[in-house]
C-alpha cells in the first residue's frame, strides 16, 4: 500500500503521460501547421529545452533552499500560460511549456515519502506511461490546436495533486548552487550522450513520420498509444530486472537491445514495420528509466537531491537542446535516416560509458 502522499506523488507524476503522449504526436506537427519550416521547428524547440533546463536549475535551487512543493505549482503555472499563448497561434508560446523542468523536485519530494523507492518509481513510471497511451489516443482523436488547448487543464489537475502533499522538508534556508556529490554526479554526464541522442530524434519523430510515409496524427496516434502501452508493462518488470542483475547491469542490458532496435528503424520500407520497430525500441531503451531515478537517489543526500536531479537533468538537457536543430536541418536537406544513425552511436557510446563506469562488479 501508498501512503497518500505517495499516492498524490504518483498520480501528479503520472498525469503528466498524458502531456508527454499528446506532445509526442502533435507538437512539432503544430508547430509545422503554423507555417514554420523543419529547420525552425528544430530551433524553437532547441530553445524550449535550454530554458526548461536553466529553470529546473533555478527551481530545484529554491526548491533546496524552502521547500519543493510551493516550486513545483510555479513550474506548473508557467506552463499553463504558455500552452495558451502556443494554442493563440504564436509559436513562441512553446519557450513556456516547462512542464518537464518540474520533474526534478518532484522526484525529490518522491524519494522523501517513498518507502520502497524502487517500487514507487517503477509504479509512477508504469502509470506515467500508461497515461501517455491515453495522450496520444486523445491527439489522434482532436485537431492539433485542440490537442494543445485540452492540456492546459491537465496541467491545472497535476498542480494541485502535488499541492495536497504534505512537505516534510522544510529546506536549508538558503539559495545554493553547490552540490557536494558533484564528484557522484559528474560521473553520470556520461547521460548527456543519451540526452543528444534523444534530442536529435525523438521530439521530431511525428515530423519523420510524417516526411517518410505521409501519415498524419489521426495516423500517429494509435502507434504512439502502442509504443507507451508497451513502455508502462516493461517498466512494470523493472524492479525484478534489477534485482536479477543489479540496477546498473539492468540499465545498460536494457539501453542495449534498444539500440539495436534504433539502427534498424529507418531500413524498413513500410509504415506499419518501422511503427512496430518503434514500438519495440521504445520499450527497451526507457524500461530502466525508474531504475536509473532510484539509482541517482542512492548517490545523493537529501538536502541537495533536487538540486542534484535538476543538475543531472541540465547536463542531459544542453546536449538534448541542440539535438532538434540537427534534425531538423537534415530532414530539411532530405536526410531522413542519417538521424537515428547519430543517435544510435550516441545511445551506444552512453551504455558502454554508464558500464565502465557503474557495471563492472555491479550484482
Known amino acids: 500500500m501508498f501512503s497518500r502522499d505517495e499516492a498524490l506523488l504518483i498520480a501528479a507524476s503520472s498525469i503528466g503521460g498524458v502531456l508527454w503522449g499528446m506532445n509526442q504526436v502533435v507538437l512539432s506537427l503544430y508547430l509545422y501547421s503554423l507555417g ?6 528544430g530551433l524553437l524547440i532547441t530553445a ?10 533555478i527551481l530545484s535551487a529554491l526548491g533546496d533552499a524552502y521547500g519543493r512543493v510551493k516550486f513545483v ?11 495558451a499563448v502556443l494554442a493563440s497561434g504564436n509559436p513562441y508560446g512553446v519557450l513556456l511549456l516547462t512542464f518537464m523542468s518540474g520533474g526534478a523536485l518532484v522526484s525529490a519530494l518522491m524519494a522523501e ?11 509512477s513510471s508504469a502509470a506515467n506511461t500508461a497515461l501517455s497511451v491515453v495522450g496520444s489516443i486523445i491527439a489522434g482523436v482532436l485537431t492539433l490546436r485542440g490537442s494543445i488547448i485540452a492540456e492546459i487543464p491537465i496541467v491545472a489537475a497535476s498542480a494541485a495533486l502535488v499541492a495536497a502533499v504534505r512537505e516534510s522538508y522544510r529546506g536549508t534556508g538558503e539559495i545554493s548552487f553547490k552540490i557536494e556529490s558533484f564528484p557522484k554526479v559528474a560521473r553520470l554526464s556520461i547521460n548527456a550522450l543519451i540526452g543528444m541522442g534523444a534530442g536529435i530524434l525523438l521530439p521530431m519523430l511525428s515530423l519523420w513520420f510524417y516526411l517518410r510515409f505521409g501519415v498524419n496524427q489521426a495516423e500517429l496516434g494509435p ?13 512494470l518488470a523493472a524492479p525484478r530486472l534489477s534485482r536479477l542483475w543489479g540496477r546498473a547491469r539492468a540499465i545498460v542490458y536494457t539501453q542495449s537491445l534498444g ?14 514495420a518501422a511503427a512496430a520497430i518503434y514500438i519495440a525500441r521504445n520499450a527497451a531503451m526507457n524500461m530502466a528509466t525508474p531504475l536509473f531515478s532510484s539509482f541517482v537517489a542512492g548517490l545523493i543526500p537529501e538536502h541537495e537531491r533536487a538540486r542534484g536531479y535538476a543538475m543531472i537533468g541540465f547536463l542531459d538537457a544542453l546536449p538534448r537542446a541542440v539535438g532538434p536543430s540537427i534534425s531538423g536541418y537534415l530532414y530539411g536537406l532530405g536526410m531522413l535516416s542519417l538521424p537515428f544513425y547519430i543517435t544510435a552511436s550516441l545511445y551506444a557510446a552512453a551504455t ?7 557495471g563492472r562488479g555491479s550484482a
Request: net charge positive; hydrophobic share 60%.
Open 36 to 41: 514554420l519550416s523543419p529547420a525552425r521547428v
Open 48 to 57: 524550449q529545452t535550454f530554458i526548461g533546463a536553466a529553470l529546473s536549475l
Open 73 to 83: 505549482v510555479l513550474n506548473r503555472a508557467i506552463s499553463a500560460a504558455g500552452l
Open 113 to 123: 515519502k517513498a518507502a520502497d523507492l524502487d517500487r514507487d518509481m517503477s509504479v
Open 223 to 235: 502507434v504512439f498509444a502502442a509504443s507507451n502501452a508497451a513502455l508502462a508493462l516493461a517498466t
Open 259 to 272: 539500440v539495436l532496435f534504433l539502427v534498424l528503424m529507418p531500413l524498413v520500407p513500410t509504415y506499419s
Open 352 to 358: 558502454v560509458g554508464f558500464y565502465c563506469f557503474f
